[in-house]
């Protein structure tokens, strides 16, 4: 079987860091645990484009501004705001909740989860938003294309309020070039370094482009290479085998972006638990997003055909209030959610090592 639904009624502290408990359980009560199923939105409405972050005009700047600015004024009594957003992250990130009917707790990282759920939090984190200026179905969220050149720095508005986030390191502010193979090693004390690769702005640009080949090409020939092991119910319960892409670039930009004043967990996006605090978090994940379409159409619209995959559910409130219980099977298509990406090239598919 699939993993479980998680058992909204059993959040509890939880571990963000191997030394560190988080409380990131939403105030709630029994009647907060009502749902719908997940419909899908109309066929006729015009798609939301997302664009990529330097292509982003002055009117749209404003207007996401405006919702995002309302998004961090609303209580947190309220599951669309920004802290409530952010959490959402927190919880499933942490095990915070158990599965329905069992012990074990539900973590959307490292497995095949991870692609499907992180288009399922920000699909309605973009509803949210939109539906915060005056009903705008059409709002898209920009995405960070950092596997391009024109994109391998911060972009520019996540620079200035109210997208400019403190916990940060300063030292890879623009015109810093991103290192998509940032590492930092653990050890078991405190030292656990990262290090700076040293190289000059187009050497860095090249090796992103050599190590994007391979997370989406070389080193992802195959389905569970790039999606992540099963993570299914019960026996044996997680598993521990991320994706390519998750483990690179996915996890290298968010401790890349995160604090060198927080060594070794690099919050806040350094660190599942703290990640989504950070308005970049969002712009990140639509690239995963659009990067996971990719993949499978250079790979033959190659999908999971397996049904503990397929019917694995899990609950997102949308703009109106309503808590959506939503399966994987529902967000295989793009079209039918009604988001689209604005096309750009792939200059890392010429850069075979
Ligand atoms: Cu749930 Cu980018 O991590």
């Known amino acids: 079987a699939g993993v479980l639904l998680p058992n909204l009624t059993s959040c509890h502290e939880s571990m963000g860091r191997s030394d560190l408990p988080v409380y990131c359980c939403p105030p709630m009560n029994q009647s907060d645990v009502a749902f719908i199923d997940f419909q899908f939105p109309d066929p006729s409405l015009p798609l939301r484009v997302r664009r990529p972050t330097h292509l982003l005009d002055e009117n749209y700047i404003a207007k996401y501004k405006k919702a995002i600015t309302i998004m961090k004024s609303l209580p947190d009594t309220d599951p669309r705001s920004y802290t409530r957003q952010a959490n959402l992250h927190c919880l499933f990130c942490t095990g915070a909740y158990n ?23 920000i699909y309605f984190h973009e509803r949210i938003l939109g539906g915060l200026i005056i009903g705008d179905d059409t709002f898209a969220l920009p995405f960070w294309p950092w596997d391009i050149p024109e994109g391998m720095v911060i972009p520019e508005m996540y620079m200035k309020a109210p997208f400019f986030h403190e916990a940060r390191d300063i030292s890879h502010f623009p015109p810093s070039v991103v290192d998509l193979d940032y590492s930092c090693t653990a050890s078991s004390s405190d030292d656990y370094g990262c290090f700076e690769s040293g190289l000059g702005p187009e050497d860095q640009v090249y090796t992103n482009l050599v190590m994007m080949y391979n997370q989406m090409v070389a080193g992802a020939k195959k389905m569970e290479l790039f999606m992540g092991c099963p993570y299914k119910a019960g026996e ?54 659009r990067l996971w379409e990719v993949w499978t159409k250079l790979h033959g619209n190659k999908v999971i055909t397996d049904p503990d995959w397929l019917d694995s559910s899990f609950f997102f409130y949308d703009e109106k209030l309503q808590l959506n219980k939503i399966k994987i099977r529902d967000v295989l298509s793009i079209t039918r959610l009604r988001y689209a990406y604005e096309k750009v090239d792939f200059p890392w598919l010429n850069n075979r090592p």
Not at 99 to 121: C, E, K
Not at 249 to 260: E, F, I, L, Q, R
Request: aromatic share 12%; with cysteine.
């Open 99 to 121: 599965q329905q009917d069992s012990n074990s707790p539900l973590d959307i990282h490292r497995s095949w989860l991870f692609f499907p759920w992180h288009r399922m939090l």
């Open 236 to 289: 044996g319960g997680s598993c521990n085998g991320p994706g390519t892409l998750e483990l690179a670039p996915h996890n290298t930009v968010h401790k890349w972006v995160g604090s060198n004043l927080n060594p070794g967990s690099r919050e806040d996006m350094g660190v599942f638990y703290s990640a989504a605090r950070d308005p970049i978090f969002y712009p990140h994940h639509a690239n995963i997003d």
